[in-house]
Nanobody, 117 residues
Framework: QVHLVESGGGLVQPGGSLRLFCAAS????????MGWYRQAPGKERELVATITAGGTTIYADSVKGRFTISGDNAKNMVTVQMYSLKPEDTALYYC???????????WGQGTQVTCSS
C-alpha cells in the first residue's frame, strides 16, 4: 500500500504564490511517476503536472510558465511551486503516484487551494 500526504494549501490573493508538498510512504519501490491533479467544484479532476523518476515533466497548458514541479527521490517527495495564481486555479489539489508494474494509481486526500481577493 502507498500513502500520500499533501500539505501547503491555503488562501492566496490573485498573483500570489503557494507551494504544495506531497510525501509518499509505504510500499513505494515501484513508483516511477508522481504528480498533481486538481478538481474544482462541478468540474472533473484534471492533470496539473507530473514528474517521472528520471525527471521528465509534463504540465497542463493552463499552468505552463506559472507552476514548477520537482521531485526528491531520496525523500520520496514531490513539490509543486505555484506562481501568479489566478482565481481559476482554485481547486482541491491531489497528489498522485503511479506504479506501472501493478498499473496502480494512488491518491492523497487533497489539499485546498483558494485564490481570491
Amino acid at each position: 500500500q502507498v500513502h500520500l500526504v499533501e500539505s501547503g494549501g491555503g488562501l492566496v490573493q490573485p498573483g500570489g504564490s503557494l507551494r504544495l508538498f506531497c510525501a509518499a510512504s509505504g510500499s513505494i519501490g515501484g513508483i516511477n511517476r508522481m504528480g498533481w491533479y486538481r478538481q474544482a467544484p462541478g468540474k472533473e479532476r484534471e492533470l496539473v503536472a507530473t514528474i517521472t523518476a528520471g525527471g521528465t515533466t509534463i504540465y497542463a497548458d493552463s499552468v505552463k510558465g506559472r507552476f514548477t514541479i520537482s521531485g526528491d527521490n531520496a525523500k520520496n517527495m514531490v513539490t509543486v511551486q505555484m506562481y501568479s495564481l489566478k482565481p481559476e486555479d482554485t481547486a482541491l489539489y491531489y497528489c498522485n503516484a503511479y506504479m506501472p508494474l501493478l498499473d496502480e494509481m494512488y491518491w492523497g486526500q487533497g489539499t485546498q487551494v483558494t485564490c481570491s481577493s
